[in-house]
């Protein structure tokens, strides 16, 4: 065999051993698109699939914060280097339809620049008592901008108490890009505190917690595998 050959039989083997892993990686997310898509198209078709806002999955200390059906977990990847920071809970809806509600109790601030979004400081982690983390909702707007917020939390308020269940808008489909909507839906995440009293960036999903323990359902990609998301027994 010459080295040319030997060679390419390497460099072959090396990318088919980096396709599977990919696959492997991606499938799941791969899935879940399948059934957004699916879902987007006929929402009725499957009820089966849906949760209910305000909904308590057994003694979870979190209640669902909207409902329709929770397409994307967190840590799903929908590509190389990325990884889902939250939940994505579709409507299956309008803009300005679907409600949202608080899933526990805390203190709601809105940055005076935010359209579409809020966070809720819970000074005491009911799963991890002493250390605060942060509720945060977005896509509360249509797709120019036009918010869906509660008018009760306008823009640049900060640490108004809200209890679970409140009402805090609507799910639409603003993306942060005027023109580019995104499918109508609630991004839910639990961020992390700095340490100082302010969030960390919800992008990153270091700075982000599981939410599956705190809904009471299987809710992370890596354990999650592709099936529907739903109460655990």
Not at 177 to 188: A, Q, R, S
Request: hydrophobic fraction near 35%; aromatic fraction near 10%; glycine fraction near 12%.
């Amino acid at each position: 065999m010459s080295r040319r050959i030997l060679i390419l039989l390497i460099v072959g083997g090396a990318l088919a051993g980096l396709g599977f892993y990919l696959y492997r990686a991606l499938r799941p997310s791969i899935g879940r698109t399948t059934h957004v898509m699916e879902w987007l198209r006929d929402p009725q078709s499957h009820p089966e699939w849906t949760v209910q806002a305000g909904a308590r999955c057994g003694d979870a200390p979190f209640i669902l914060p909207t409902s329709g059906y929770i397409g994307f977990i967190w840590d799903d990847s929908f590509r190389v280097g990325h990884r889902h920071q939250g939940l994505d809970i579709f409507g299956g809806t309008g803009v300005g339809v679907t409600p949202v509600v608080a899933a526990y109790p805390g203190y709601l601030s809105r940055l005076p620049d935010w359209k579409s979004t809020v966070i809720i400081r819970i000074p005491d982690d009911p799963l991890q008592p002493g250390r605060q983390v942060w509720a945060y909702y977005t896509h509360m707007a249509d797709e120019q901008g036009n918010s869906y917020v509660s008018p009760d939390f306008p823009p640049g308020m900060s640490e108004t108490y809200v209890e679970a269940g409140t009402l805090l808008g609507y799910q639409g489909n603003y993306s942060g890009t005027p023109g580019n909507p995104v499918g109508v839906h609630l991004h839910f995440s639990l961020v992390l505190d700095d340490g100082s009293g302010r969030f960390l960036n919800e992008l990153e999903i270091a700075n982000t917690l599981d939410p599956s323990p705190y809904l009471g359902m299987a809710l992370n990609a890596a354990t999650a595998g592709d099936a529907i998301p739903h109460c655990n027994p």
